[in-house]
């Protein structure tokens, strides 16, 4: 009886070890320690098909990291971008408020609309703007809390008869609401070639 205790207690451990590794495997773009903000990951699984970047096209365009499908075409439509900013506004309202301003500043004519998001592991709300241009953008905002010392979201635009939209909007559903953030995870240093 004591052996089958004891070898409980030694195997728990290993269990939750090989749950974190897991994790770690789905860590999509880092970030260093700034100011008072830890340095920090996002992590999420991504849906089947769709490839993750975080260093060059991502880089390229200015965010912390995408994932597409097929080839990438440098287009923005169909493409979940992921962004990362330092905390400045007080609430996560505040980010959408100040999101749609501006969209409505860049087309008078766009209608918004509020998205509920159900993300386990941090707060998150959702919109959908839809252009007069017959471009759809959805934003997600979510907060990983104050001592985190960030804020981010989740995009992705399409076009709104897209034959495939119902499809490629369950596939951002399933990663906004899937985002983990990750406290002090120290971003790998690049080898040297």
Not at 48 to 53: A, C, K, L
Not at 168 to 192: E, G, H, N
Request: some cysteine; hydrophobic content about 45%.
């Amino acid at each position: 009886m004591r052996r089958c205790l004891l070898a409980l207690v030694l195997l728990v451990p290993c269990v939750f070890a090989v749950q974190a590794a897991d994790k770690s495997g789905d860590v999509l773009a880092h970030g260093v320690r700034d100011g008072n903000a830890p340095a920090w990951a996002i992590a999420v699984a991504s849906p089947t098909g769709w490839t993750r970047d975080c260093c060059m096209y991502a880089k390229a365009i200015g965010v912390d990291a995408v994932l597409y499908q097929g080839e990438w075409t440098g287009k923005p439509e169909r493409v979940m971008v992921l962004n990362v900013w330092p905390r400045k506004l007080a609430t996560l309202a505040d980010e959408l408020a100040a999101d749609r301003k501006q969209y409505l500043q860049r087309d008078a004519a766009s209608k918004s609309t509020a998205i509920t998001i159900h993300n386990p592991h941090m707060p998150c709300q959702g919109v959908l703007h839809q252009g007069s241009d017959h471009i759809d953008d959805m934003v997600v905002f979510c907060d990983p809390g104050e001592t985190s010392g960030i804020r981010l979201s989740w995009s992705m635009s399409f076009a709104d008869a897209d034959a495939t939209r119902r499809p490629l909007l369950d596939a951002f559903m399933r990663v906004a609401t899937d985002a983990r953030y990750q406290r002090d995870i120290v971003p790998p240093v690049p080898k040297k070639s």
